[in-house]
């Protein structure tokens, strides 16, 4: 069986007939592949300073700035990675890195998301890199969001997908017991879940806790009903004494990119609701 995330926090699935698991799996990479590609034709030309993100749909973007740098259909470009996944897959593709320290100031920056409510606002970090994707990503003038049509959340964030806080190693029971008692998380079901194992997914691979690339560790809380405002949560959890970084970026993104069976869509910041586009 698997766990299909939905309006719950989790409803367990039955085994999909042979090969449709596989076809499922390869259907939505498909998509991704679609999703990262468009972002990178439509948004990143020669001579521009880019934010590269993390996670499985943001390797295709990266993917596809190294293949046109190697076509020579872009030229001077420089990249600020957001995690040390993502600076080793550039670094192999050619593709020239800086820092925000030397490039203080992005032109575009396109990762990818866990969840996207229809305000545009979203749950990253399913990967563990939302810390170091939120520093480079608050600097671009545009910050494309790049996702398939699984991670929209019409209900509002949290049952889809945990919210990941990095949070220092020092007293971290304290902290996750303060987090669980932040008023904005009250009558949400929040279960804050220190992430074991492997810091760049959520699934418990491991007995002792996962360490993000910053030598910290991350707390998944868990939610049973959407958030009915995201600014607030993500106002108290970025107050609390030990918290580093949380994943919801409120008001960040510029546009999202949604890859689904009809093709690919767009949503651009202020309008409401889905899809205004067909692309």
Not at 41 to 68: I, N, P
Not at 115 to 131: E, I, M, W
Not at 142 to 171: M, Y
């Amino acid at each position: 069986a698997g766990v299909l995330c939905a309006g719950s926090l989790a409803l367990v699935a039955v085994a999909a007939p042979r090969g449709g698991a596989v076809g499922m799996e390869s259907r939505q990479d498909e998509l991704k592949k679609q999703v990262g590609y468009k972002a990178v034709d439509d948004y990143v030309r020669s001579g521009m300073v880019v934010g590269l993100g993390t996670g499985s749909t943001a390797y295709f973007a990266v993917e596809r700035v190294g293949q046109k740098l190697a076509s020579g259909e872009l030229k001077d470009i420089v990249a600020v990675p957001t995690s040390k996944r993502t600076q080793e897959q550039a670094e192999k593709l050619g593709i020239p890195l800086a820092t925000l320290d030397t490039h203080p100031k992005l032109d575009v920056a396109i990762d990818g998301a866990d969840s996207v409510d229809p305000a545009l606002n979203l749950v990253k970090g399913g990967g563990g890199a939302h810390f170091r994707e939120k520093i480079v990503e608050a600097t671009a003038t545009t910050f494309v969001v790049i996702v398939d049509d699984s991670k929209l959340c019409a209900e509002g964030l949290g049952p889809h997908f945990p919210v990941p806080v990095e949070i220092v190693p020092f007293c971290h029971e304290h902290t996750a017991r303060v987090i669980g008692a932040l008023p904005a998380l009250q009558g949400l079901g929040c279960r804050p879940v220190l992430r074991l194992g492997s810091a760049d997914n959520n699934k418990v691979d491991g007995d002792k806790p996962a360490v993000s690339d910053n030598g910290n560790y991350i707390l998944d809380l868990h939610f049973t009903k959407p958030m009915k405002d995201a600014r607030a949560v993500a106002e108290q959890l970025k107050s609390t004494i030990g918290v580093v970084e949380h994943g919801l970026f409120v008001g960040m993104a510029s546009v999202v990119l949604i890859a689904g069976k009809d093709g690919i869509s767009q949503q651009e910041r202020p309008k409401k609701g889905w899809f205004s586009s067909r692309m």
